[in-house]
């Protein structure tokens, strides 16, 4: 995929040339990030921000990788504070905010809407979550976090062996991780999840006919044994039918400090894509994880806006203009590592 002034609607339209190209740039974007150096690379352009669905940090990493770069960002959250609930069509809608806007990134809560809504779209859309479908960018950190935490350990790609763990049928992260992990082969991966809400068997055939060495199972100590990543999910009950139904599966899978010490890998690496669900009820990843160094949770969030930074520049062309419109941060930067 060439992403110069394209959409990013579905992981199935990136290549390994691709990601490997998002991947270089977005190590460029580290002393941005960091807050070592200024760029206005982007001053002038404007983001339409479009989320209909509840959000925090993809909401707000992309907003802010787009002012990282110099542009402005505009916004709008939840269905009912959006002409939508007035009956609006998508095609309508995006017609509209393609004339505010240079790029726009929409979450909404029905599956293919962010393609419907391309289609009236005269600039970039960038899909920050349909429904149950895709969560591209996420998949993009999460694969651009995996390589950085092995490397960290002194190993490459082609070593891991992956523990996706919990709601594996609703979770739109891990379906389209699936997908950009089967631009490899010969990985080990593990599904861990209760039998209900078990991968559908679409990403367990594509895992499978990729290559991989796939097991399948329910039990939390076996699934952890072999990783040195493990994904861990939430029970996603915004996509049961109840939360009573929902209910029944939180808590089912609890990763803490003694599980971890007893079961996992030395220096396993914990991902998330967060929100990990905190409550007494469910308390899937225990805060008194939170010193581990393998706990690699926030590194993932801060990776989102190197990646998310890197998206913006290819698509609007500015990825090799970058130092050009650089400058010192003018203010102290303080508590940062
Ligand atoms: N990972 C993720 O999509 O988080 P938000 O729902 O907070 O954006």
Redesign the pocket.
Same mark, same amino acid.
Not at 54 to 59: A, D, I, K, N, V
């Given at each position: 995929m060439n992403f110069r002034a394209q959409h990013l609607l579905s992981v199935r339209e990136l290549s390994s040339d691709s990601i490997e190209e998002i991947f270089a740039v977005a190590e460029k974007m580290r002393p941005y990030a960091n807050r070592q150096k200024v760029t206005r690379v982007l001053e002038g352009a404007v983001l339409g921000n479009m989320f209909f669905e $509840?959000? &925090? #940090? &993809? #909401?707000v990493s992309f907003g802010c990788a787009f002012n990282l770069l110099g542009g402005e960002v505009r916004e709008t959250t939840g269905l009912s504070n959006s002409a939508l609930a007035k009956g609006e069509s998508l095609y309508d809608t995006a017609q509209v905010l393609s004339g505010y806007s240079d790029v726009i990134v929409m979450r909404h809560p029905q599956s293919h809407s962010v393609e419907e809504f391309s289609l009236g779209s005269r600039i970039p859309v960038i899909n920050g979550?349909d429904g149950p479908n895709e969560?591209p960018t996420?998949a993009l950190l999460d694969l651009f976090t995996i390589k950085n935490e092995l490397a960290r350990l002194g190993q490459s790609i082609d070593q891991l062996s992956l523990t996706l763990l919990g709601d594996l049928k609703h979770g739109r992260?891990v379906h389209s991780l699936c997908h950009l992990l089967s631009l490899y082969s010969g990985l080990k991966i593990q599904l861990v999840a209760p039998e209900a809400l078990s991968l559908p068997s679409s990403y367990v055939d594509l895992l499978v006919n990729a290559g991989h060495q796939v097991e399948i199972g329910s039990n939390l100590e076996k699934g952890l044994s072999q990783a040195n990543i493990i994904y861990q999910t939430r029970i996603q009950e915004e996509r049961f039918a109840s939360a009573e139904e929902a209910n029944q599966y939180k808590g089912y899978f609890r990763l803490n400090k003694q599980i971890y010490s007893d079961h996992c890998l030395p220096n396993a690496v914990i991902m998330h $894509?967060? $929100?990990r669900d905190s409550r007494n009820n469910a308390n899937e990843l225990d805060n008194d994880l939170n010193k581990e160094p393998g706990l690699a949770i926030f590194r993932q969030t801060d990776n989102g806006v190197l990646v998310r930074m890197a998206l913006f520049a290819c698509i609007l062309g500015v990825e090799n203009q970058l130092s050009k419109h650089e400058r010192n941060v003018n203010w102290h930067v303080g508590l940062r590592k």
């Open positions: $509840p959000s &925090t #940090r &993809t #909401r979550g969560h996420q992260t $894509p967060l $929100p």
